[in-house]
């Protein structure tokens, strides 16, 4: 791995202002260089720290195309759908339209969804190599989960399909897609936000005591930088 960080910081406001202006620079590093900015959402949290940070920072909201790092296969207007929290959150507070994000087609199976998306990225990233995003924002569950990649998971072990269907997710819904390591692994930059007291076992066990198998441990870019910003509740055992 090129590069790792550990921010942490003082509490949840300060993590999404931290989030926020590193996606400002890096938007527009890529921007600059390529005209484009590639970036992978994950749900839950996430989506409110990034509605609440975003329409604070200064980039050229037109070159972003922001793909999903997992998804779940539900119909966008329920409640369980991360484009369709995205949607009613960050579509009007920043000047983005609905054909930025790069969708799952949620009417499929979560097989034929994820190999569906793997032709929506391959219009995005050069052939014959894996997809390299400039990068990926992470939330971390409770039990190390990243993505819709979860302990002791069969997909963790992938090592070549960029996206994987999942109907087994400990995580309500069961039915999803996920990004898998080659392809998290492959980002110019990977960056964990995580708050909140219930992760700090999680957190320790990553960053202090450097377990090793967890999903979200597994998170280490091979040419690339990885960023954990966690607020003082998440990293109170480190
Ligand atoms: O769609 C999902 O479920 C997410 O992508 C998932 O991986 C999330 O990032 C973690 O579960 C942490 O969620 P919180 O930050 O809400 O705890």
Redesign the pocket.
């Known amino acids: 791995m090129a590069s790792s960080e550990v921010k942490i910081v003082k509490a949840e406001a300060d993590v999404i202002t931290e989030l926020c202006s590193l996606l400002e620079e890096r938007s527009k590093a890529a921007i600059e260089r390529e005209d484009v900015f590639k970036v992978g959402l ?5 989506v409110k720290f990034l509605s609440e940070g975003l329409p604070n920072i200064e980039t050229d909201w037109s070159k972003w195309r922001l793909f999903f ?2 998804e ?1 296969v539900v119909p966008t207007d329920s409640a369980d759908s ?1 484009f369709g929290e995205y949607k009613n959150k960050l579509i009007g507070t920043v000047p983005i339209t609905e054909d930025q994000f790069i969708k799952i087609d949620p009417e499929l199976s979560a097989e034929a969804a994820a190999k569906d998306y793997i032709q929506k990225m391959a219009v995005w990233f050069p052939p014959d190599s894996l997809p390299r995003f400039h990068i990926l924002l ?4 409770p039990d190390g ?4 990649l979860f302990p002791n998971h069969r997909i963790l072990d992938e090592t070549s399909v960029w996206v994987s269907p999942i109907t087994d997710s400990p ?1 309500p819904p069961p039915s999803r897609i996920t990004l898998t390591f080659p392809v998290v692994n492959n980002a110019e930059c990977c960056v964990f936000a995580v708050t909140g007291a219930a992760k700090a076992d999680m957190v320790k066990r990553i960053l202090k005591d450097k377990e090793e198998s967890l999903p979200a441990s597994r998170v280490r870019p091979s040419d690339g930088k990885l960023i954990w910003i966690v607020d003082k509740a998440a990293a109170s055992k480190m």
Do not use: I
């Open positions: 994950s749900g839950g949290s996430l790092c997992d779940r991360t992470l939330g971390m569950g989960h990243t993505c819709s995580k």
